[in-house]
């Protein structure tokens, strides 16, 4: 589960014997880690999930062992976090609540009463706030509400009933005002229904009908405005569209054709502005991967493909929807690209030092190993990347450590003003016990954090005066950044402990 921010705090899922899977929140800081609440009590795990921010306040299914899977919400603290309903009070087993989605200060989500089956709910975050939207599918059969998104005041998703099967729906909250946008194949249910991705109130989707099949439509929320952008894959074969991004003002995917096999594609939201972008693997053969997310950044979409006919059996590429290049193929066992400190990280092996932390340098031309953070041949497996202000979160795992939370310092210097200086002066390099930093300006106050070489803070304080004594005897060796910041200056140095 990805760490989310809630009010300057991180919020993440972490386990420990006593409570099992629950709840947790940081700043940053060891003193400043601790249990937002036991859920379940004792080591039995809440395993919430589904974290989402709505006006500051973070709703969540978590799991008791008197309700079994509700709908909570949190404003992490501990008295703060409450159930908001028993949605289904016959058994404590509960419902599993999914797909939650804000829009104007209501949070909709998908559960199920047992009464009416799974369907559309809503909640101001209070219990006689919550109710069900409408049953969409009537009686005790579920409607399978999905892939919700927010657009144009209304929530658009997909839902099925008796009437129309898979269908694209809307609603503004209300059961009047909760009906079927466009029965896109009539009859029948579409094989594949996908993510919706919003470009200036159109949101692009891929659905599948018996003339066309699966190919890229679009939608403004209204039956006259949604149609089939193009039948990439003609007839009524699949185009298997996968991987939708949006990259300035157009949608980049993969999409499947006879001639080519599955490659990169463009699309405008028009017919004629629908074309491939490059034959990656010549031929049939299939060049991007459907699996990995691609990820914009600066007017580029980077993606992990193949190119097989030149002997790159996997590697990272970019696109700026004309043009496409290969970035690095040396790097084994990709996963998921993030964007992160104006730049791309991602896990994978270079065949030395296991799997670790990479990225893409500033220039979008090769990688790096950002630390081998389990040293030598072992790996950590840096998983669920988030980005939080100037920081990158992720758990990895070490021989030492077990698996734990982790983070990245984006940037050390941050210079405000160009004509002071930016370096501190410390000493001794190295040392083994007591170190001096020496401050450029006297009688200032500063804000004073140290770092490890993965960007862990070890040491906070404020200081006041030109000389900063620290003692470092309890450090281990290895290299330390020192920030020192006073609203004006920003200074940077390093502490080597031998």
């Given at each position: 589960m990805r760490p989310t921010l809630l009010n300057g705090s991180i919020l993440f899922m972490a386990s420990t014997p006593q409570t099992g899977r629950e709840l947790w929140r940081t700043d940053g800081t060891i003193e400043g880690t601790e249990l937002v609440k036991d859920i379940w009590p004792g080591p039995m795990p809440s395993s919430a999930y589904a974290l989402t921010v709505v006006n500051g306040v973070l709703y969540f299914a978590a799991e008791d062992s008197l309700h079994g899977y509700e709908l909570w919400k949190s404003d992490g603290t501990e008295a703060g976090t409450t159930m908001i309903k028993d949605i289904n009070p016959v058994t404590n087993n509960g419902i599993y609540p999914g797909r939650i989605t804000g829009l104007d200060g209501i949070v909709y989500f998908r559960t199920s009463d047992l009464v009416t089956g799974e369907e559309l709910w809503r909640t101001d975050g209070t219990e006689v706030g919550a109710w069900l939207v409408k049953d969409i599918n009537p009686g005790p059969a579920s409607s399978s509400v999905s892939h919700l998104i927010a657009m144009n005041g209304q929530l658009l998703f997909w839902a099925e009933d008796t009437s129309n099967g898979w269908a694209l729906w809307r609603s503004d909250g209300s059961t009047d005002g909760t009906y079927v946008v466009k029965d896109i194949d009539i009859g029948n249910t579409p094989s594949v229904l996908q993510a919706f991705y919003e470009i200036e109130g159109i949101a692009y989707f891929y659905a599948s009908d018996t003339i066309n099949g699966g190919e890229l439509w679009r939608t403004d929320g209204t039956e006259n405005g949604t149609w089939m952008v193009?039948?990439?894959?003609?007839?009524?074969?699949?185009?298997?569209?996968?991987?939708?991004?949006?990259?300035?003002?157009?949608?980049?995917?993969?999409?499947?054709?006879?001639?080519?096999?599955?490659?990169?594609?463009?699309?405008?939201?028009?017919?004629?502005?629908?074309?491939?972008?490059?034959?990656?693997?010549?031929?049939?053969?299939?060049?991007?991967?459907?699996?990995?997310?691609?990820?914009?950044?600066?007017?580029?979409?980077?993606?992990?493909?193949?190119?097989?006919?030149?002997?790159?059996?996997?590697?990272?590429?970019?696109?700026?929807?004309?043009?496409?290049?290969?970035?690095?193929?040396?790097?084994?066992?990709?996963?998921?690209?993030?964007v992160a400190c104006d730049g791309i990280f991602f896990e994978g092996g270079d065949g030395l030092s296991g799997w670790e932390l990479w990225r893409v340098n500033s220039a979008g031309t090769g990688i790096y190993q950002v630390a081998d953070i389990n040293p030598?041949?072992?790996?950590?497996?840096?998983?669920?990347?988030?980005?939080?202000?100037?920081?990158?979160?992720?758990?990895?795992?070490?021989?030492?450590?077990?698996?734990?939370?982790?983070?990245?310092?984006?940037?050390?210097?941050?210079?405000?003003?160009?004509?002071?200086?930016?370096?501190?002066?410390?000493?001794?390099?190295?040392?083994?016990?007591?170190?001096?930093?020496?401050?450029?300006?006297?009688?200032?106050?500063?804000?004073?954090?140290?770092?490890?070489?993965?960007?862990?803070?070890?040491?906070?304080q404020d200081h006041t005066g030109r000389i900063l004594l620290l003692d470092a005897s309890n450090w281990d060796t290895g290299s330390y950044m020192v920030l020192a910041r006073n609203g004006k200056h920003s200074l940077w140095g390093r502490i080597v402990r031998d």
């Open positions: 193009k039948d990439i894959n003609p007839g009524p074969d699949d185009s298997w569209i996968a991987e939708m991004r949006v990259l300035n003002d157009v949608v980049i995917f993969s999409a499947l054709s006879p001639d080519v096999g599955r490659e990169l594609w463009v699309s405008d939201g028009t017919e004629e502005g629908t074309s491939m972008i490059i034959d990656l693997n010549p031929g049939q053969g299939n060049g991007p991967f459907p699996l990995f997310n691609p990820v914009a950044l600066n007017e580029w979409l980077y993606f992990v493909g193949q190119d097989e006919s030149a002997g790159i059996v996997i590697g990272i590429y970019r696109t700026d929807g004309i043009n496409t290049q290969l970035v690095s193929d040396s790097i084994r066992g990709i996963s998921s690209l993030h030598g041949e072992y790996s950590s497996y840096p998983s669920d990347l988030t980005s939080v202000e100037d920081r990158l979160y992720f758990s990895a795992g070490t021989n030492l450590y077990g698996t734990e939370l982790w983070y990245y310092q984006c940037s050390f210097v941050q210079i405000e003003d160009r004509t002071a200086p930016t370096m501190l002066s410390i000493s001794p390099v190295p040392t083994a016990d007591l170190v001096r930093v020496l401050l450029p300006y006297d009688g200032q106050n500063w804000d004073i954090t140290i770092s490890d070489a993965v960007g862990r803070i070890v040491h906070l």
